[in-house]
């Protein structure tokens, strides 16, 4: 069984930087792919970016050039660090892995970004 904490989320203003973290209870992320996703409100779980097992990350488009996934192995974390927040970058961001066919989900953290 593995276990997703994540931490870092809290209040920010427009253009404002959070930096979220993910702690994994094994060493897992040097082997499997890690993401993050987010839920609105009312709307489905979005993906945000992921990293693979080789430490390459990808985002979705909405978040390119303001949003930066990278892992720690030794310490088994996952970061996401956001920057130029929008108002619609509101959500609970999750942390999520699959391994051997089994998808853990932390349990979330809210980011409200609001003057």
């Known amino acids: 069984q593995v276990q997703l904490v994540e931490s870092g989320g809290g209040l920010v203003q427009p253009g404002g930087s959070l930096s979220l973290s993910c702690a994994a209870s094994?060493?897992?992320?040097?082997?499997?792919?890690a993401a993050w996703y987010r839920q609105a409100p009312g709307q489905q779980h979005e993906l945000v970016a992921v990293?693979?097992?080789?430490?390459?990350?990808d985002y979705a488009d909405s978040m390119k050039g303001r949003f930066t996934i990278a892992r720690d192995s030794a310490a088994n974390t996952v970061s996401l660090q956001m920057n130029s927040l929008k108002p619609e970058d509101t959500a609970v961001y999750y942390c999520?892995?699959?391994?051997?066919?089994?998808?853990?989900w932390g349990q979330g953290t809210q980011v409200t970004v609001s003057s």
């Open positions: 999520q892995t699959t391994i051997w066919g089994t998808t853990y």
């Open positions: 094994t060493s897992i992320f040097n082997d499997h792919t």
């Open positions: 990293i693979t097992s080789s430490g390459f990350p």
